[in-house]
């Protein structure tokens, strides 16, 4: 009982003194966030909740549409191109996640040592992600061409008849995995970033206690990497279930491989 | 084998890898030069010539003259600057109050902007253009321009990192001397965070120069159509000008690849993760 009565007075002698300041900051709070909270309310929230109330009507961009409840979705789930695509983006996200992080990290540790030249290679490394999407596209439609594409030219010159990639059913999916692992420039900057924060003094202490450079990278740098590789690997996440202009462009939205139509395509469509 | 020899190896090891990589990553922008260099008979010949024989330097200017490109190149600049600015006005600010200002529902509304960043723009770009649409603004570059003052999710989140790496005493320091919370932010923070702000405009900058889809949907007059649209004028039913293309795509690659060449150190000092764990 005591306790609970010097509790209760503390509190009153607190509260005065942190009540005020705290309300001056909140206010500095949201003016300073307004900007984003204003942008949060009208470029996302809207439109996102226009589209929650589009997907129960029949609207259509010319016509009004009127409500009709979940139809819309019962009709998607009997669809079987949803379902394909769904299983799509899956099989995309399943093989594209994983290996992004692997070739990401290796990556981003080569380009962490320091060697001559390193400006140049991080530039190099860039490269196909600072490129035009529609020239990228252009460029792996050519590239992966059965019949003159130079990725065919090159294993028909070690004897390997390639196979028609981007028309065929089975190895249209592996190419666009190919081509996206291909502008991994973003991610590998950020391992960039992760790398730089890890304190050089762990090294050099590893160094002392002789560790090989594999006990560095397992029990040094992986570890204090996780955090940049869980962030890489949500937004990955993310962008693989986004993708969307690269197959977009290359298969003109019905187009050849009909079976990578990801997800996407299909909601636009 | 004494450290020094091993060291050399290593070195030399790294650097052949490297090459190795780096040809893989460089080969297609090799070729897209290449191919802005070729007569159009060239280019789809078989083994590839590397080296285009004559150069064709006609190509860019014949580019130049195929579609208006300094009114696109004007337009491209417009809409890029105007929009990088705009980020790197309004998400440090947003940024900063999210990192070190206390308030309510600040948490709430840090989750609401992590999930934002998850929506992929398709959903909500039909009622966007719907508003846009209404007030008018479809058929003007307003639409991919002033979102970006209002924050952008992506930026604000790596600004927020980086500040709250940022000591607090320094913010504590200026509070005793009776500064407002708007002069520290100004003159204390700010200049600190440089370098992030340097990536978030350097990411902006990339993203709105070669973006494709914005100028598709909301840019219907072809006096203000971008670089990014230029390229797929090229595109007819005559067939594609591929040269002429990728002379225009060559033009529009190599400012930012100078721009990322000299700025990538002080960039990637710039983006720091100190704060998730």
């Known amino acids: 009982m005591a306790q609970v009565t010097t509790s209760t007075h503390k509190k009153t002698l607190i509260q005065p003194t942190l009540r005020k300041p705290l309300r001056k900051s909140s206010l500095n709070g949201w003016l300073f966030a307004s900007p984003w909270i204003i942008g949060l309310l009208l470029f996302y929230a809207y439109p996102l909740i226009s589209s929650m109330y589009y997907s129960l009507t029949t609207y259509s961009i010319l016509d009004a549409g009127e409500f009709v409840g979940f139809k819309n979705y019962t009709e998607l789930f009997h669809d079987e191109l949803f379902w394909k695509s769904i299983s799509n983006t899956i099989y995309f996200a399943v093989f594209f996640v994983p290996l992004s992080i692997l070739f990401g990290v290796s990556l981003a540790m080569m380009l962490n040592m320091k060697v001559k030249g390193l400006a140049i290679y991080r530039t190099i490394f860039f490269l196909p992600t600072l490129v035009p999407q529609v020239a990228l596209a252009v460029l792996w439609m050519w590239l992966l061409n059965p019949g003159f594409g130079l990725v065919n030219g090159m294993l028909d010159s070690v004897g390997i008849q390639g196979p028609n990639w981007l028309g065929s059913m089975n190895w249209s999916k592996p190419s666009l995995i190919l081509m996206s692992l291909w502008t991994i420039g973003q991610p590998v900057i950020i391992y960039l970033a992760g790398l730089g924060d890890i304190s050089e003094e762990y090294y050099e202490a590893a160094e002392v206690d002789g560790a090989s450079w594999f006990q560095k990278t397992r029990h040094i740098t992986l570890p204090l990497l996780t955090p940049v590789i869980f962030y890489n690997l949500v937004m990955g996440l993310i962008g693989a279930f986004q993708q969307f202009t690269l197959p977009y462009t290359m298969t003109q939205g019905q187009g050849t491989p009909a079976n990578s139509l990801t997800f996407l395509c299909h909601a636009y469509v | ?277």
């Open chain 2, 1 to 277: 084998m004494n450290a020094k020899v091993r060291k050399k190896v290593n070195v030399t090891f790294t650097h052949i890898i490297l090459i190795i990589v780096s040809l893989l990553f460089i080969l297609p922008f090799i070729w897209m030069v290449s191919t802005s260099l070729k007569p159009i008979t060239q280019v789809f010949t078989f083994p590839i010539e590397w080296i285009p024989d004559p150069f064709q330097w006609m190509n860019y200017l014949d580019a130049i003259e195929y579609i208006p490109f300094f009114t696109y190149l004007k337009n491209t600049v417009l809409i890029t600057v105007l929009s990088t600015l705009g980020v790197i006005i309004s998400c440090p600010l947003v940024a900063y109050s999210f990192a070190k200002l206390e308030w309510r529902g600040k948490n709430v509304l840090f989750v609401i902007t992590i999930a934002v960043m998850m929506i992929p723009s398709q959903v909500t770009m039909i009622p966007l253009f719907l508003l846009f649409n209404k007030i008018g603004w479809v058929g003007t570059p307003l639409p991919l321009i002033v979102p970006a003052f209002f924050g952008v999710p992506f930026s604000i989140f790596l600004l927020r990192q980086f500040f709250m790496g940022l000591p607090d005493a320094l913010r504590d320091a200026a509070k005793i001397d009776g500064a407002s919370e708007f002069r520290i932010y100004w003159q204390i923070m700010l200049p600190l965070a440089k370098p992030a702000i340097l990536a978030v405009g350097l990411f902006q900058f990339m993203g709105s120069w070669t973006d494709f889809m914005g100028p598709l949907l909301y840019l219907t007059d072809e006096a203000q159509y971008t670089l990014s649209l230029g390229l797929q004028q090229f595109q007819s039913q005559m067939g594609t000008e591929w040269g002429l293309m990728m002379a225009v795509a060559t033009m529009m690659t190599i400012p930012i690849i100078i721009l990322f060449f000299f700025l990538q150190k002080t960039f990637i000092k710039g983006i720091t993760f100190s704060g998730i764990k």
